[in-house]
Structures are given as C-alpha cells and as structure tokens.
C-alpha cells in the first residue's frame, strides 16, 4: 500500500535561499522584517517569499488571516482611541493584528504579503494610488479610518460625520446668541478639515450671519495652530466672541491664547473643539466639544476587513459614524461688557 503523501505549506526557508542566492539566514531576516538586510537584497528576497506564497511558521500556528493597523504615529490620540477599539473588535473575530507603523520604503508591501497579512486597517491614510493598487495587487485588503482625500468607489474607508459635526458646533454658539466668529481650519489636505470648516460656516450662512463677521484661520490641527490663530484674532478690535476649532488640541490652543492676553473663557471668548478627547474634561475651563466616536472607527473598520477578507463585499465602500456636541463650560452667552485688551 503506497504511503499518502504529506502536503507542506509553501516553500522552506533553505528552498527560498537557494532561489535567491542568499543564506538561510538572510531570508529569515528578511521574513521577520529584520531591519539589518541591505535594501536591494532585501528587495530580492521579499520578491520570491510573496512568489512562492511563503508564510513564517508562527503564522501558520496562529491560524487564520493575519490583520494589520497601519499608522503614522503612536503618539497622538486620535491614533490611540481608533487602535484601542481595533484591537478589541479583532480579538472578539479571533483574528492576529499587528501594528505597523508606516515607514515608505521599496518592498514594504512584499514584506506584509510574506508576513501573512491579510488586510490593512490605515489610520488617516498616507497612502498614494500606487501603493494603494499594490495593496490590491497582493491580495491585501484595504480599509483607511478618517481618509485624508474623498472616498473613492472601489476603496473601502470608515469616518465620522464632520460636517454636521461642524454644522452643530456653530449652531450651539448661534443659540447662546454669538454674532462674530473664528473658524479655525486644520490642515487643508484633509477632507476632514474642509467637512468640518464647511459646515461650521454652513450653519453661520444659514443665521444670515455677515461675511466679515466670519473671521477665518488656516493651521492644522495641533495645539501651537491653535494657540497662533487665537493670538490673531484675539489681538483684533473686532475680535470674535466665539471661535470654532478644528479639534480639541486646537480649541486648548485658543484657551491659552486668551489666557495669555487677559481674557477668560468663557466670559470674553467662547471655544469649541472637535474629537472629544480624555483632555476635553480635564482643561480649564472643561472644554464643550464634538464628539467623534474614534473607538468604534477602529472597530468598525476591523469588521469591514474581515468581511472583505471573507469575500463579503460591505453594503457601502464608505461608512460615517454619527458625531455628538458634548456641552461643557467653555461656551456662554456673549458677555454684555467686552474686556478691553
């Protein structure tokens, strides 16, 4: 009776190295993403691995797809709260994800295809069309949380609702009775910033508020932005009594403006922020804010993976979440006697 053969899973590391010309070790190296391997050879290897479809013995194990978070840094919140709940939701799939912070260089999509990852869950992507095309080319399924340009057919992202988010935040400050405005606009190269400073001034036009009682500020969205813009307006002789910021960091940046030039939030200036950070509670004065649902964003985004992984198409390429305006103490009515600076 003739034995039955047994099936291997993909090539060997020494198979791979004999193919490559290289040793063995080298095409560990290369297969645990080692970064002590010259560039071109690394190029050379990455290649044959996605080739011969091999995949590391601890992939094998773990069974199942493998997920990466692709970010560009783990130092700011709006990274940390999407990653949070894409960890949670990728543990309940039982599925490994890995973070991956994004460093372009030649055969990075090569390394995550021999790694075994499945799909890619981007945080504000950076991620052109050709990478984006050689995602799809190695069969890496693609899902990008806040995308930075507008979503396109074919290309599966998650994202929140800033333009009614920004719609809320000046219609909150239009309710207090608030007249003169600063709009303060993240960076420019995100649709998340146009949404949210277009349905700020969206909700102003409607109050048939005057042009140059719309004051605005380009920036981004950090705190020294923030703090920058504020100290303009703040300086004018017509300044705003309320000012609408692209994000938390942003409005703290306009507290500490007015703090700086002897004004009080909220008594002189009203702020606003987007994102509803931990820090949102804890400024002073605590800061009124829109919230953005960032944890869900994350976990939201792992569910779309896994179904594209599975050969399920999502009901639509682009989802939003629902925002909220959180009222907290950084906004009033405008006060009757301006302080003079």
Not at 44 to 66: F, H, M, T
Not at 240 to 249: E, L, N, R, Y
């Amino acid at each position: 009776m003739t034995k039955p053969t047994k099936r291997r899973r993909g090539p060997s590391l020494a198979e791979v190295a004999e193919l490559a010309g290289v040793s063995i070790s080298t095409v560990s190296k290369v297969a645990n993403n080692s970064p002590d391997v010259a560039e071109q050879t690394r190029t050379k290897v990455a290649g044959i691995l996605s080739e011969q479809r091999y995949v590391a013995p601890r992939q094998r194990r773990a069974g199942g797809p493998r997920i990466g978070l692709l970010v560009r840094s783990m130092r700011l919140p709006n990274t940390i709260e999407p990653l949070r709940g894409a960890m949670e939701r990728a543990a309940v799939a039982g599925m490994p994800l890995e973070v991956l912070l994004y460093r372009p260089r030649p055969g990075w999509i090569d390394d995550l295809q021999a790694h075994g990852i499945r799909g890619l869950v981007a945080i504000s992507s950076v991620l052109d069309a050709e990478e984006r095309e050689q995602l799809a080319e190695a069969g890496i399924a693609l899902v990008v949380v806040n995308p930075l340009g507008p979503p396109h057919v074919g290309h599966h992202s998650v994202g929140a609702t800033d333009w009614a988010g920004g719609y809320a935040a000046a219609d909150h400050l239009l309710g207090l009775g608030h007249r003169r405005f600063g709009v303060l606009r993240g960076d420019d190269r995100s649709m998340v910033s146009q949404s949210r400073a277009s349905g700020n001034l969206a909700a102003l036009t409607a109050a048939d508020i005057e042009p140059e009682s719309i004051m605005t500020e380009p920036g981004d969205f950090t705190f020294e932005a923030g703090l920058d813009a504020a100290l303009r307006l703040l300086a004018r002789p017509d300044r705003p009594t309320a000012i609408c910021a692209a994000s938390d960091f942003q409005a703290l940046g306009v507290i500490e403006a007015a703090r700086q030039l002897g004004l009080r939030v909220p008594d002189d200036v009203s702020a606003v922020g987007f994102d509803d950070l931990v820090l949102a509670s804890m400024s002073s004065p605590p800061l009124t804010t829109v919230r953005q649902p960032l944890d869900q964003l994350g976990a939201v985004a792992v569910g779309m993976l896994t179904d594209l992984i599975a050969g399920v198409e999502p009901e639509s390429h682009h989802l939003e979440l629902a925002t909220s305006l959180v009222v907290r103490s950084s906004t009033a009515a405008p006060s009757k006697v301006r302080k003079r600076i």
